[in-house]
């Protein structure tokens, strides 16, 4: 079955400190999608990154950077220079095909609740 | 483009009514998915239809039962509320099956 382990619940920084959420994975398949999500307090999820497991290269766009890890299951995400627009919840979710029967549905983490103070 | 729409956005019942929570996915979008978020939770998958058959379903009573229509929007029907059920409801769509999913606000239902 897929999992995803969001261990940090709640993160505080001040702004403009980096900050890194942290996301651990489990599958059995060797083909699967990691994603991160934002939620901020309106309630929508807002659709961050989706990355595929072949595909091992760090991403980084505008402050925003992952480093996906294969080794250690872990998709972490990283916010530089973080702003108070970036208070939210954030949440990993997985995808693959043997638990959901071919159709990827993803599985959420619990989410990182970050609060950014001015 | 519009983007994913759900009502009401707001709604209060009491135990063991039903209710029915309504969906209209993005233009082009012909995969909708459902999800329940408890309070400090992440979303839970109840689930997903595609071309207007239910393509995947998560650990949810049948009292939990949906529809999607041909202009592919989308409703949640729960019979015999119960107090649990008390959560924000979350409607996604996407352009296909595995692909990044489009949430629309979600529906805050209390059941007293």
């Known amino acids: 079955a897929q999992k995803v382990t969001q261990a940090q619940t709640e993160i505080s920084v001040v702004e403009k400190e980096d900050v890194t959420l942290d996301c651990v994975y489990e599958t059995r398949d060797t083909t699967y999608y990691l994603f991160w999500y934002k939620q901020p307090p309106s309630g929508e999820l807002v659709f961050l990154i989706r990355r595929n497991s072949f595909d091992e290269q760090n991403e980084i766009s505008g402050r925003y950077s992952w480093n996906f890890q294969k080794s250690t299951s872990s998709f972490n995400f990283t916010i530089t220079a973080s702003q108070v627009v970036d208070s939210a919840v954030y949440f990993c979710a997985l995808s693959d095909a043997r638990t959901s029967g071919g159709s990827y549905i993803p599985t959420f983490g619990r989410g990182t609740s970050l609060i950014v103070h001015p | 483009e519009t983007g994913v729409t759900q009502s009401p956005t707001h709604l209060i019942k009491t135990r063991g009514q039903q209710v029915t929570l309504r969906c209209s996915s993005q233009?082009?979008?012909?995969?909708v998915s459902w999800y329940q978020q408890a309070l400090g939770q992440g979303p839970q998958f109840i689930f997903q239809y595609y071309r207007e058959e239910e393509n995947g379903r998560g650990n949810f009573p049948p009292r939990f039962s949906g529809l999607q229509f041909p202009n592919y929007s989308s409703e949640l029907n729960v019979n015999a509320l119960e107090l649990d059920d008390s959560a924000l409801y979350l409607c996604?769509?996407?352009?296909?099956?595995?692909?990044?999913?489009?949430f629309g606000s979600g529906t805050q239902l209390s059941v007293l």
């Open positions: 996604a769509s996407s352009p296909q099956r595995g692909e990044k999913l489009f």
């Open positions: 233009s082009g979008h012909n995969t």
